[in-house]
């Protein structure tokens, strides 16, 4: 089955440990299949560390085919040679960021809370806008806010859109019957040292055999 034909995966990379491995456990869960892209999230880490961060898991992530996306410092996304760059910021500083990075880096993000929010975001025309925080996986199920802000974009709007998932592979589904393209999942992939690849592949084999098809 095609997985551009339907809700695709995206990792929020791990805390914890040295870089090197943190980047190793990205590379197992990659080994586990289909991953659009992967969010290297700053974890409260200073400039150098970030960077070391950033360096050990972009090239990670870019040899399994996936884009690789720094939070919010577009100079650590330059040296670390990032594909794109996530922003949880408002839609001026989106907007701001569109204009200067792309099309040469992927930029998208947000912090909607409402569907004006939301709407403004769009304005800046980032290539994607992320419904729920990084962090935001405190629970089995999604954020039932981010849910129905989703099911409504999706309807209405072009920019494809990431939800933030749950703790649970389940959540995946829940996020894919609301019409977005991306579900993100950070503890419900690594939460268990040694399971991340087989926990990828069965988010995989959930999306193939029950995610909502998208019209062409």
Known sequence: MASDTRCRLVLVAPGGQTAQERAQLVADALRGGDVASVIIPR????????????????????????????????????????????LAERADVLAEAVEKHAPKLIVGGGNA??????????????????????????????????????????AMIEIPCIVMGGTAIESALAVAETGAEFVALRDAVFGEPGRAASVVAEVNALLDEK?????D
């Open 113 to 154: 809370q409402t569907r004006h929010d939301a709407l403004e975001i769009g304005d800046a025309q980032p290539d994607y806008v992320f419904f729920g925080k990084l962090d935001g996986d405190i629970k089995p199920e999604a954020h039932s806010k981010n849910l129905a802000l989703a099911e409504w974009w999706a």
């Open 211 to 215: 995610a909502p098809r998208f019209e």
């Open 43 to 86: 974890l409260g880490l200073n400039d150098a560390d970030f960077q070391a961060h950033a360096e050990a898991i972009v090239p990670v992530v870019q040899a399994a085919g996936a884009a690789a996306l720094v939070e919010g410092d577009s100079r650590i996304a330059g040296r670390a040679r990032a594909d794109g760059l996530h």
